[in-house]
Nanobody, 118 residues
Framework: QVQLVESGGGSLPPGYSVTLSCAAS????????LGWFRQSPGKEREFLAE????????KISDELLGRVLIAKDTTKNTITLRIVGLQPEDTAVYYC???????????WGQGTQVTVSS
């Protein structure tokens, strides 16, 4: 049973940075792509970034280029997402997902809330 558990969210003032973690377990993720999405109230889930577990290939949302960094730690079976220069519009629930086929995410975590306000 695949499990994805996000952590690292919280309330932060504008301009700060946040690092979110996703602990992945339940199977080998060789050949999988793990990614980050977010969803704000009343909006659709938005793609942020993804990383291939095997070859480290990365894809970043055009909207967030230069503001986010995605990385993986195979020793801890985790991926992280660092966002710099937080703004109120970054307020959302951030989700970790796992994809076995390009563009199709099969598994999701429960999400972690990030709130940006002064």
């Amino acid at each position: 049973q695949v499990q994805l558990v996000e952590s690292g969210g919280g309330s932060l003032p504008p301009g700060y940075s946040v690092t979110l973690s996703c602990a992945a377990s339940g199977r080998s993720f060789d050949g999988y792509t793990l990614g980050w999405f977010r969803q704000s109230p009343g909006k659709e889930r938005e793609f942020l970034a993804e990383i291939n577990w095997s070859d480290n290939g990365r894809k970043i949302s055009d909207e967030l280029l230069g503001r986010v960094l995605i990385a993986k730690d195979t020793t801890k079976n985790t991926i992280t997402l660092r966002i710099v220069g937080l703004q109120p519009e970054d307020t959302a629930v951030y989700y970790c997902g796992a994809s076995s086929h390009e563009g199709v995410y099969d598994f999701w975590g429960q999400g972690t809330q990030v709130t940006v306000s002064s």
